[in-house]
């Protein structure tokens, strides 16, 4: 889970670094799909730091351009307002979906057909919470306010609806324990 003291440290940061981040983290390939993503998230973040709406509504419409693409063309949706922590991997394309309202902690590793989003329509702003070093296995798919806790690991097409915990391995639908 991102704190506020990471939240400080993201901020000092250039946009610039970050992207140096996530390309070195993306195994210095500029192609794969997962780090262009992540760079139009921070590109959409960066241009939301455009205090005067009028500046900032060129950069808006290049985002919003940008990340159709991304979606369309790859397949993960990653909207701007995802707090995404430093060098996150997305490993694979394909059936990404992110809710806006999650975070996402450092290093760590998404790969294709995971979905994290909200379980209930009556409540549109649950999200879960990613802490730092956690593998999403592929297909995986977290629903609401859960708080997935540093160094987890979320197996292959697991349904996680509950909280887990730090260290943890969880597995099954519904998710279950499997290694605390």
């Known amino acids: 889970m991102i704190t506020n003291a990471n939240e400080a440290e993201a901020s000092t940061l250039t946009f610039w ?3 140096q981040e996530d390309w070195i983290a993306h195994g210095r390939d500029w192609t794969k799909p997962g780090f262009r993503s992540v760079v139009v998230h921070r590109f959409g973040v960066w241009q939301m730091t455009i205090k005067p709406r009028l500046l ?15 979606r369309n063309h790859y397949g993960i949706e990653l909207p701007d307002s995802v707090q995404l922590g430093r060098r996150v991997i997305i490993e694979h394309q394909g059936a990404i979906v992110i809710h806006g309202n999650c975070s996402i902690g450092d290093d760590c590793i998404i790969r294709q057909g995971v979905t994290l989003g909200n379980r209930y ?24 306010n859960v708080t997935v806790g540093d160094d987890a690991n979320i197996g292959a097409n697991a ?3 509950c909280d887990v915990p730090a260290g943890a391995t969880v597995v099954g639908i519904p998710a279950r324990i499997i290694y605390p």
């Open 56 to 70: 900032r509504a060129p950069f808006s419409i290049f985002y919003r351009m940008l990340f159709r693409k991304v």
């Open 159 to 161: 349904v996680v609806l």
């Open 17 to 19: 670094q970050q992207i």
């Open 121 to 144: 329509l009556e409540h549109p702003f649950d999200a879960p919470k990613l802490g730092k070093h956690v593998n999403v296995g592929a297909g995986a798919k977290i629903f609401g």
